[in-house]
């Protein structure tokens, strides 16, 4: 029913800053909380915040200062930007639909993107 495509990733230097959209279909999109996850090789998937239906953050502590997410419900569309990028933050990044933002756990989010690369050089 949601389909999610995520876009934008690509090669920064250290200190610079990148931004990830997120497309969805559907017609529900915006009874959606939109989480951001990341995943390195070898290590789990985590959480790097998300926002609510009505534009309410919360965030990794983390990326907690650095990276901004933002939504526009009249064109389906969720963006992650990600300011001051670390080498840390090399990572597949990928989107998805949530019950609600305050949530950090994959398994309570349904609708999953395929994910875009990111990769940061120091």
């Known amino acids: 029913q949601v389909q999610l495509v995520e876009s934008g990733g690509g090669l920064v230097q250290a200190g610079g800053s990148l931004r990830l959209s997120c497309a969805a279909s559907?017609?529900?999109?915006?009874?959606?909380?939109m989480g951001w996850f990341r995943q390195a090789p070898g290590k789990e998937r985590e959480f790097v915040g998300a926002i609510s239906r009505y534009g309410s953050t919360y965030y990794a502590d983390s990326v907690k200062g650095r990276f901004a997410i933002s939504r526009d419900n009249r064109n389906n569309m969720v963006t992650l930007q990600m300011n001051r990028m670390k080498s840390q933050d090399t990572a597949v990044y990928y989107c998805?639909?949530?019950?609600?933002?305050?949530?950090?756990?994959?398994?309570?989010?349904?609708?999953w993107g395929q994910g875009t690369q990111v990769t940061v050089s120091s």
């Open positions: 998805a639909t949530g019950p609600t933002y305050t949530s950090r756990t994959p398994a309570d989010y349904s609708n």
């Open positions: 559907g017609r529900t999109f915006s009874t959606y909380a």
